[in-house]
């Protein structure tokens, strides 16, 4: 099999008497569309903060193809091709639509021009491209804080696509939207992560959109893979179908 | 609209100053304060408010002071430029420790910074002078040796040139990449994180180029006092730079000078017929402008322009 995008080795990591990462050793591979389930507080978030150099482990390694990324700074490990979108979206909510996305698209390049306007100083086409792969064309001049929830989502999405990343990592990305619209908000971003050929890892409560979008599930219980493999694998698992789903 | 406004009034600031002497040195003094609060501004963009900035304006105006006793065959320009290095230097050095702190703790901090060096000015009285300060004999301009009259003109005109193209980078920095990220150190820190940005090193820049600006200030100032106190580092000093940008509003980089216009007009008429309450009519002026233009004098100038264009089409 071909070199893993993300793994981890050994991570351990608690907080007072609450292990949070019991000994994950844990790999990606590019391609996958993978969804974590878990209750809360089973260590789902922990992980990802970990993998995205928010927390550092007490022990074990995480590498980003092939790197040990374990004592980087989140923006370093972003550099290295980690993207990350968030369970509440985190936006500039001052900024528009579009704006928001030049700014990522001039962080990706790594110069930020002091005099050369910003809208000047990036690809149009490509902004123009990434708001209608996500569906936010019409909305471009929209400042970033009057958009509803479910736009806030994509917009978080776009902008971390905008730094083309290897693998992006979703907290819960339809927390917080209406359960009509959740299947048309996956829809869109998973149909954007594939054409931008970006693996994919996200975090989900709803076993309907497991089942729909995941390639491979793993489900966390206190800390640690209780159950890794597909969607049919995992789901019919016993002690996951008690523990988990609470079925 | 605004750009067409900023070339006005600093045509008419030259204008006035040519045609009554008086003038010169309340409009160099006003302009003065416009480019030190345009140093506080460039931070309050990115939502950080710094009480302690004419720490950089005491800086400048000390080493002008220092420079010019020790060589006073030293040109005007030079020891502006000498002054202004003196205060990116120490707000370089400064600012590593400070863009670590947001907030009231950034404020605080910068205060508190303040405070020190203007006790410590105020009490090496070998060095500086103590309260007294230090005089600062009339340098060459530009190479001329000048009466007073005609140096005020020169200081006055370069001022005009300072403040002029200060307006025009600044806003150029406000709308480019730098600036528009300095902004989003307001909005979401987080965000910029996660974008593989370094929100300190960002607001660092920024730092320096404001101490720059400040001490551009208050070497200009200097000189045309021809005397500098520690008062020039008194937190008051500081505070009225916070206030200027309140008033003026950060949302365009000429919003500051309007400040500054409006509190030198107020201070000059208050002294003629208000003397004794002239702060109680400065805070009115501020209570006014926050309840009727949160966004500051230019806020409310663009929302009228604004309003007047949708009117049009």
């Known amino acids: ?247 | 609209m605004i750009r067409g406004m900023a070339w006005l009034g600093f045509a008419l600031c030259l204008g006035m100053g040519l045609l009554f002497p008086w003038s010169k040195t309340p409009l160099i003094m006003g302009l003065c304060y416009g480019m030190a609060s345009l140093g506080v501004c460039i931070l309050v963009r990115g939502g950080q408010v710094s009480f302690g900035h004419a720490l950089y304006a005491a800086i400048a105006a000390y080493a002008v002071a220092f420079l010019a006793r020790a060589h006073p065959e030293t040109d005007g320009l030079v020891l502006i430029l000498v002054g202004m290095a003196a205060s990116g230097l120490v707000g370089a050095v400064v600012g590593l420790f400070v863009v670590r702190y947001r907030g009231i703790f950034f404020g605080m901090l910068n205060l508190a910074l303040s405070m020190v060096v203007f006790a410590m000015l105020g009490k090496f009285y070998n060095l500086t002078g103590g309260t007294d300060g230090l005089r600062i004999n009339r340098p060459t301009m530009l190479g001329f040796v000048t009466e007073r009259d005609v140096f005020e003109t020169i200081l006055l005109c370069l001022s005009v040139v300072f403040a002029a193209s200060l307006v025009y980078a600044v806003q150029r920095y406000f709308k480019s990449a730098s600036g528009e990220a300095m902004a989003g150190i307001k909005s979401n820190e987080t965000r910029l994180e996660y974008l593989g940005l370094s929100a300190k090193y960002i607001l660092w820049q920024a730092y320096v180029v404001s101490a720059l600006m400040v001490g551009l200030s208050g070497a200009v100032f200097g000189l045309v006092q021809g005397l500098v106190t520690p008062d020039i580092g008194s937190w008051f000093r500081s505070g009225e730079y916070v206030f200027i940008t309140i008033l003026g509003g950060s949302g365009h980089a000429l919003g500051v000078f309007l400040g500054a216009a409006v509190f030198e007009a107020v201070k000059l008429f208050a002294s003629a017929y208000m003397t004794g309450v002239w702060q109680m009519l400065l805070g009115l002026t501020l209570i006014l402008v926050i309840l009727l233009a949160p966004e500051g004098i230019v806020g409310m100038l663009r929302q009228k322009i604004s309003n007047s264009n949708e009117g049009q089409s």
């Open chain 1, 1 to 247: 099999m071909s070199q893993p995008l993300l793994e981890t080795r050994g991570l351990c990591l608690s907080f007072g008497g609450v292990v949070a990462a019991d000994q994950i050793d844990f790999s990606l591979h590019p391609g996958e569309r993978l969804a974590v389930i878990g209750q809360n507080g089973a260590g789902k978030t922990t992980f990802i903060n970990i993998c995205t150099g928010f927390v550092k482990p007490q022990r074990g390694q995480v590498f980003l193809d092939g790197i040990n990324i374990t004592q980087k700074e989140p923006r370093q490990i972003v550099r290295l091709g980690l993207g990350r979108s968030f369970q509440l979206p985190q936006l500039f909510l001052a900024h528009s639509v579009r704006q928001c996305l030049e700014i990522a698209a001039a962080a990706r390049s790594g110069h930020l021009s002091w005099f050369t306007p910003l809208s000047d100083a990036v690809d149009r086409h490509e902004i123009d491209d990434t708001l209608s792969l996500v569906g936010l064309k019409d909305r471009a001049n929209t400042t970033a804080s009057y958009l509803p929830e479910g736009q806030r989502k994509l917009l978080d999405v776009a902008m971390t696509l905008m730094l083309r990343p290897k693998l992006m990592i979703m907290d819960e990305p339809t927390s917080g939207v209406a359960s009509d619209d959740k299947m048309t908000l996956m829809d869109t971003v998973m149909l954007a992560l594939r054409e931008r050929q970006v693996t994919s890892w996200f975090v989900e409560h709803d076993i309907d959109i497991v089942n729909r979008y995941a390639t491979r599930v793993a489900a966390w219980i206190a800390g640690r893979v209780a159950a890794d493999g597909t969607p049919a694998e995992v789901l019919s698992n016993p002690i996951i179908q008690r523990e988990v789903l609470g079925t």
